[in-house]
């Protein structure tokens, strides 16, 4: 199959946009991380590009994911035949938030991570 083009609009830390690097790595496809914490102009790419502000967004092929989980990523893929079927356990949840605790820590500027 040929490599689909992505871009993934993710946060640093995030159980949603870990979920959705865990598909990509789950299938090795290449793609472009857009880091909307570390950098405030691909967030307001993002914004623009999907027309809201919730994140993951994940562009595949030119089609916006907009506020997308791993897992809804993965079955994007697999519905539109731009990957084939994988066993392969991902190793993180592909559809979890962080908690609220974790949301709170990463408030104060500690760093947080993101377990399985």
Known sequence: MEKPQITAYL?????????VRAVLAKYELPYTEKDIIQNPAFRWEMEQRSGQQLSPCVEIN????????GE????????????????TDPGVPLNA???????????RGEVVHVKA
């Open 72 to 87: 809804e990523v993965e079955r994007y893929m697999l519905e539109h035949n731009i990957v084939g079927h994988n066993t």
């Open 11 to 19: 946060k640093t830390v995030c159980g949603w946009s870990n979920g």
């Open 62 to 69: 030119g089609v916006m994911l907009p506020d997308i989980s």
């Open 97 to 107: 938030p962080c908690s609220d605790a974790q949301h709170a820590a990463m408030a």
